[in-house]
């Protein structure tokens, strides 16, 4: 069974960045889209940004262009979000997970598995 686990997150100052790290478990990860997700209390899960198999392809939430960059090494079967600017409404749990396609990547439905996820938390 595929397992994912998250790392790399923490507390920081607005403004500052930091890079998430994302690793599966499993021989078929290259064949997969990526996503990351964050939630924050009392509110639904968001889809963040994705990736596809090769990694030529990426999505992102319009909250988060231009500051936040999804990658993939397929060698070492992580993603990464590398994640700058932040603001304090990025803080949140985020979470990565896997999907088969990027039909639809926006909806956490079409994910399966989840990570635990990593806390960021952005200080004003």
């Known amino acids: 069974q595929v397992q994912l686990v998250e790392s790399g997150g923490g507390l920081v100052q607005a403004g500052g960045s930091l890079r998430l790290s994302c690793a599966a478990s499993?021989?078929?990860?290259?064949?997969?889209?990526m996503g990351w997700f964050r939630q924050a209390p009392g509110k639904e899960r968001e889809f963040v940004a994705g990736?596809?198999?090769?990694?030529?392809?990426?999505l992102y939430a319009d909250s988060v262009k231009g500051r936040f960059t999804i990658s993939r090494d397929n060698a070492k079967n992580t993603v990464y979000l590398q994640m700058n600017s932040l603001k304090t409404e990025d803080t949140a749990l985020y979470l990565c997970?896997?999907?088969?396609?990027?039909?639809?990547?926006?909806?956490?439905?079409?994910?399966?598995?989840w990570g635990q996820g990593t806390q960021v938390t952005v200080s004003s």
């Open positions: 997970a896997r999907a088969p396609s990027s039909y639809d990547y926006y909806r956490a439905s079409r994910y399966d598995p």
């Open positions: 499993g021989r078929t990860f290259s064949a997969y889209f």
């Open positions: 990736i596809n198999g090769n990694g030529d392809r990426t």
